[in-house]
T-cell receptor, first 110, second 116 residues
Framework: NAGVTQTPKFQVLKTGQSMTLQCAQDMNHEYMSWYRQDPGMGLRLIHYSVGAGITDQGEVPNGYNVSRSTTEDFPLRLLSAAPSQTSVYFC?????????FGPGTRLTVL | AQTVTQSQPEMSVQEAETVTLSCTYDTSESDYYLFWYKQPPSRQMILVIRQEAYKQQNATENRFSVNFQKAAKSFSLKISDSQLGDAAMYFCAYSHGSSNTGKLIFGQGTTLQVKP
């Protein structure tokens, strides 16, 4: 099993550009989540999904879109990147209590 | 809303000594889980230990143990016989119990330095 994979590992964007952070898991987990990590603030939940076709907002959803068309994939879209979205992004999946995290994507918006 | 607070931004410990990282949380629920995650410089999030709120016994995993004080809403992590590889950022986290949907609420993190 590859576990939770994220691509890319690093990305630099200019303000106003769009991009999609990819996340995939091969463990047949129902739940998938996106977090962002900022210095001094821990990880904060952006969006989450309890199954294919079902998504909901977390603590900091503004500026991000998600969809979940399959159990395996949960992409995070930035439609118009802003410098405030400079952060490290983690995807996670779980079937129950324990969450499995991907390796993270470091995103810089200039 | 639930909150998790880690009031120690940085801690240091001498190799082979013991260190305790603090965490407090706030919730009105009775069914929940608490976790400690380790994040080394590689950035990977690693689960260190977890505690079910309904269990009175404190969880232990080798050199790692917790002091779970439910009434005080306190959940500290004790690392015994500290090793250089323990140097990392540590996050305390909370999740709902029976209505768990995989969502975690994290504290701000504590950076642990281990001195040789």
């Amino acid at each position: 099993n590859a576990g939770v994979t994220q691509t890319p590992k690093f990305q630099v964007l200019k303000t106003g550009q769009s991009m999609t952070l990819q996340c995939a898991q091969d463990m047949n987990h129902e739940y998938m989540s996106w977090y962002r990590q900022d210095p001094g603030m821990g990880l904060r939940l952006i969006h989450y999904s309890v199954g294919a076709g079902i998504t909901d907002q977390g603590e900091v959803p503004n500026g991000y879109n998600v969809s979940r068309s399959t159990t395996e994939d949960f992409p995070l879209r930035l439609l118009s990147a802003a410098p405030s979205q400079t952060s490290v992004y983690f995807c996670a999946s779980s079937r129950g209590v324990e969450q499995f995290f991907g390796p993270g994507t470091r995103l810089t918006v200039l | 809303a639930q909150t998790v607070t880690q009031s120690q931004p940085e801690m240091s410990v001498q190799e082979a000594e013991t260190v305790t990282l603090s965490c407090t949380y706030d919730t009105s629920e009775s069914d929940y889980y608490l976790f400690w995650y380790k994040q080394p410089p590689s950035r990977q999030m690693i689960l260190v230990i977890r505690q079910e709120a309904y269990k009175q016994q404190n969880a232990t995993e080798n050199r790692f143990s917790v002091n779970f004080q439910k009434a005080a809403k306190s959940f500290s992590l004790k690392i015994s016989d500290s090793q250089l590889g323990d140097a990392a950022m540590y996050f305390c986290a909370y999740s709902h119990g029976s209505s768990n949907t995989g969502k975690l609420i994290f504290g701000q993190g504590t950076t642990l330095q281990v001195k040789p």
